[in-house]
């Protein structure tokens, strides 16, 4: 099930900095100049630090299923202005449809909501360049380590490998590498 965009809130909000700050999180993963893919982005929460970390010469691609969600995060992004460094894509169910290439890939609390994943990660090894990563985080609460598993085997079969496992609160996280 796609999670709806007033449940967003729930989880998207200030205190979520306390256990997850996106810029300390995601800078071992992402530099200046990077072009990065926050897939299922939300309302932007790893969207904005994403944005600071690739800074102006970088560029963020947010991408969701739902509008409501991206015109969210554009109200935000024009907030924090980093709204020149990202580019809000909305996507279908069936395809990203990203034609970039990406030196990162984020995805964070979503991936449990896509149903066909050979084809989603798939994508997401066609659009990262040679020495990019994909960071997939799964929620504790509500995703299985057995159904995590099942996704992390897709993501082999897809060509991809686990490079590490970093801590992540209330989650599990994997850093994949291309083949
Ligand atoms: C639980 S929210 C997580 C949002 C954000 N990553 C975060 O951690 O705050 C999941 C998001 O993934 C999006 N989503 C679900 N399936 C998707 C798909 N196949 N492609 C792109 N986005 C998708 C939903 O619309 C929703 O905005």
Known sequence: MVCPWWLCYS?????RRLFHDPERLLHPYVKPGMTVVDLGCGMGYFTIGLARLT???GRVIAVDLQQKMLDA???RSRRAGVAE???LHRCRKASLGIE?????ALAFW???EVPDKPRFFGEILALLKPQGRLLLVEPKLHVT???LERTVAVCRETGFHVLEEPPVAL???YLLGRG
């Open 171 to 173: 989650s599990r996280a």
């Open 85 to 87: 460094r990202i580019v």
């Open 145 to 147: 380590r057995k159904s």
């Open 100 to 104: 970039d290439s990406a030196d990162f």
């Open 73 to 75: 995060l554009g109200r």
């Open 55 to 57: 800074g102006p010469e």
């Open 110 to 112: 979503m991936a449990h």
């Open 11 to 15: 989880f998207d909000n200030p205190l």
